[in-house]
């Protein structure tokens, strides 16, 4: 086991245990969008842990978006990226990118995108016995997605480590909670795990693309800050006081 391997599973393990993610005899479905995060979430839960159970099965699911371009497909390696690790997998062909792409020019195609595909991989899951969803979102999205909900969707909220969907059919873990997406990074590359094409035309263009990029330029000014850090420390100190004297008696919306 390389030293990295070993760093990000005992971080992985303190984020497991400290939210509970992992019980023994759970079924999980493993998201797996063919982004360096998701295969790496799978390599890593695929061998199990020293302290937190080891006493789950896992379920490799990829829903295929239909983009056209595709040749070969990214479903088409991913297959084979699964065989090679003898993981029980599903891989579902869909028209989301027709349904989110044509038309009439959609404000804000990443939201629709997201949905879609959230539902058929809850729908999935549930017909295939898993009462958990793994995806492989990390620290940094939690941090991206609370700026973003505070910039666009007027909302102070991020990403939960642990979240029951589907009417509470089954739980969605984020393992990846406490890990920075460039160890991450360099964990696929070192393990050598797929790389495979970013398709979607609206991907750099996003939302979430501008507010990482937003972070970026700040840090490049603030050298001796760890900016991302202290947003994400940010979520263990909300004073609620500062809220209530803000919105007593007025309503903001
Ligand atoms: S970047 Fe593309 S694939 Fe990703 S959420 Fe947006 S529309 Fe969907």
């Known amino acids: 086991m390389t030293p990295l391997r070993r760093k990000l599973k005992a971080v992985m393990e303190s984020g497991i245990s400290d939210f509970r993610m992992i019980r023994p005899g759970d079924r999980i479905a493993v998201a797996v969008s063919g982004g360096q995060d998701s295969l790496a979430l799978l390599n890593l839960l695929s061998d199990g842990f020293g302290f937190v159970t080891s006493d789950y099965s896992l379920l490799a699911v990829h829903v295929d978006m239909g983009f056209s371009q595709e040749e070969p497909s990214n479903g088409r390696v991913l297959e084979g990226h699964f065989r090679s690790m003898r993981v029980d997998y599903r891989i579902e062909k869909t028209a989301i990118a027709d349904e989110v792409f044509s038309g009439r020019l ?74 920075e997406e460039a160890r991450i990074k360099r964990f696929a590359g070192e393990s050598g795990l797929p790389l495979l094409p970013r398709l979607c035309p ?23 800050a760890d900016l991302r850090g202290n947003v994400f420390k940010s979520l263990y100190h909300v004073e609620l006081k500062s809220f209530q004297a803000l919105t007593q008696g007025q309503d903001f919306t």
Do not use: M, W
């Open 106 to 179: 959609r404000k804000n195609p990443c939201f629709v995108c997201s949905l879609l595909r959230r539902k058929r991989l809850y729908e999935i899951a549930d017909r295939e016995g898993c009462n958990k969803i793994a995806t492989g979102h990390h620290r940094d999205d939690i941090i991206d997605t609370l700026l973003l909900n505070i910039l666009y969707g007027r909302k102070i909220g991020t990403l939960y480590p642990v979240q029951p969907i589907f009417r509470n059919r089954l739980t969605l873990i984020r393992p990846f909670v406490y890990i």
């Open 202 to 224: 609206q991907d750099g263009s996003s939302r979430r693309a501008t507010v990482k990029d937003l972070l970026r330029s700040l840090q490049r000014k603030e050298k001796h």
